[in-house]
């Protein structure tokens, strides 16, 4: 094998460590901001990021909802994209039960917000599927164990299954890494830049 070979495969094998590292590029023990971002084939997307990248990779969405951005002003739609995963019975998918919501089907909600005219930003991505996992590999189906190893025990727990990780303080508009697990294991997963970005 050639020079040239050898460090091309060099810098390849850098990009790959560096496109599967956290949002900043930085991997952190236990939750930090760099955790508020998901992993998709790969690829890392973050809140507060471009939503174009992440909508294009998922490819068409099954529902679509916009509505008039009550954040941001005249700028435009706020668009929440719905993509399933597998087959399931998807007719009561939007109503906006949790528990149901999982009975369904594997689903990835993503919820952006037009932070500049033509330009949506990623707000919120929720995740019912297995398709996709957080920035340290906790995904539908890991335990407590998994979720408390990966990023600390400095968590708000808020009751009937519901586990918070706050880049901050506990307040609704704090960024934060939100896992629904009512018996122990993850069925839900969020991330969420609230409206602080």
Excluded: W
Aim: a negative charge; charged letters at 20%.
């Amino acid at each position: 094998m050639n020079k040239t070979v050898k460090i091309t495969l060099l810098i390849i094998s850098v990009l790959m460590i560096l496109t599967n590292s956290a949002c900043g590029m930085k991997q952190t023990e236990g939750f930090s901001s760099d955790s508020l971002c998901v992993v998709y084939n790969g690829v890392t997307y973050g809140v507060g990021q471009k939503a174009d990248k992440l909508v294009r990779a998922l490819g068409s969405p099954v529902n679509t909802i916009s509505q008039t951005s009550c954040h941001y002003g005249e700028n435009g739609d706020e668009h929440t994209y719905e993509y399933y995963f597998g087959s399931g019975s998807f007719g009561a998918v939007s109503d906006g039960d949790y528990t149901d919501f999982r009975r369904y089907a594997d689903v990835l909600r993503v919820h952006t917000v037009p932070l500049k005219p033509g330009a949506d930003y990623i707000c919120d991505i929720d995740c019912y599927t297995a398709e996709v996992s957080t920035d340290k590999g906790i995904t539908v189906g890991s335990s407590k164990d998994d979720v408390i190893k990966a990023y600390g025990d400095k968590y708000t727990d808020e009751g009937e299954g519901f586990l918070r990780y706050y880049d901050g303080e506990p307040m609704p508009d704090t960024p934060s890494l939100l896992f629904y697990m009512p018996n122990g294991k993850v069925e839900i997963f969020s991330v969420s830049a609230a409206i602080n970005f």
